[in-house]
């Protein structure tokens, strides 16, 4: 992807427009905004149940986001970021961006998208409702893995969401 610097700001405005059910009964752990190069992109909020990082479980990424962005771009990027990390995008990975592809819809500068990890499903939110469900528990992982890993990409945004900073 591309160098970010981060910028911490406060997202309560921003959460107020996602389906507040989602979250009710988690507690937030920490919150960052992604920016790349001078644009903004997203503001990103994690939950879990116990309001602390790692939490096994249930976990919340909600993604706020800043900018327009195809669905297309998400699953693009979504491939990118999985072979940053040293996962082998195979058929199997390919069948998940091909369901993020039915799942996930175009998002507008507005626009929230809630991951929601379950068991071993992952199920994705608008401020609509449910949009759909993933349910293995190797695309939870790869998924979550993006945001949460010490490898991450962005790796002070990372840092932030699990409350390490």
Not at 7 to 30: E, R
Not at 33 to 49: G, K, P, S
Request: overall charge negative.
């Amino acid at each position: 992807m591309f160098a970010a610097s981060v910028l911490m700001v406060p997202t309560a405005q921003a959460q107020q427009q996602c389906y507040a059910d989602v979250t009710d009964d988690l507690s937030k752990v920490g919150e960052t905004r992604l920016r790349v190069y001078f644009f903004r992109v997203y503001d990103a909020t994690l939950f879990t149940a116990s309001g602390a990082y790692p939490d096994e479980q249930e976990t919340a990424l909600q993604l706020n986001y800043l900018r327009d962005i195809r669905a297309q771009q998400l699953i693009d990027t979504t491939r990118d970021e999985w072979n940053k990390l040293g996962y082998s995008v195979d058929a199997e990975a390919e069948a998940w961006l091909a369901q993020l592809g039915q799942i996930w819809p175009d998002v507008s500068q507005g626009d929230c998208l809630i991951a929601r990890h379950v068991d071993q499903q992952i199920r994705f939110y608008n401020d609509q409702g449910l949009l759909g469900a993933i349910d293995d528990q190797n695309f939870a992982e790869r998924f979550l893995a993006i945001w949460l890993s010490e490898q991450s990409s962005f790796r002070r945004n990372r840092d932030e969401l699990v409350g390490a900073r």
